[in-house]
């Protein structure tokens, strides 16, 4: 019986520029990520879809400048963590934000909450 003979071809190993940039740079990689994405203080302001504005107008629901400061606190939380649907659940108000696109798509008051079923979200914060 002959033995098999089995050549062994050496593959260097890859290497991904974009890490070896973040490397040679001294930078932390999430932040070179992240600047690279350009979600670092040039991201967009958080805007309503038109059905969110309706529902936010027939609802009698208001927004003050400290309730936006803590929803977008909240779509900064889910970035970083890979969101891209969440709901946001705060001050008895639930919100369903796109977090990709940075738009609030709905709102329900807690009136009206009851029986509602949120469907292609993949996160929920409490705020």
């Known amino acids: 019986m002959n033995p098999i003979r089995v050549s062994q071809t050496y593959f260097p ?13 001294g ?7 992240t600047e690279s994405l350009g979600t670092t203080s040039k991201a ?5 879809s038109q059905h969110a504005a309706n529902r936010l107008k027939e609802r009698g ?6 309730q ?9 939380k889910a970035a970083t963590k890979g969101a891209r649907e969440s709901l ?6 639930a919100y369903v934000v796109s977090i990709v696109n940075r ?3 709905t709102a329900v008051d807690d009136g009206s909450m ?13 705020v």
């Open 13 to 25: 190993p890859r290497t991904n520029p974009t890490a070896q940039t973040a490397r040679a740079s």
């Open 114 to 126: 009851k029986d509602n079923v949120f469907t292609n979200i993949d996160s929920a914060i409490f």
């Open 61 to 66: 629901i208001t927004l003050d400048a400290a």
């Open 88 to 93: 946001i659940l705060m001050d008895n108000v």
């Open 27 to 33: 930078i932390p990689f999430q932040q070179y990520l």
């Open 103 to 105: 738009k609030i798509i």
């Open 68 to 76: 936006m400061d803590r929803l977008e606190s909240a779509v900064k």
């Open 44 to 48: 967009q302001p958080l805007s309503f």
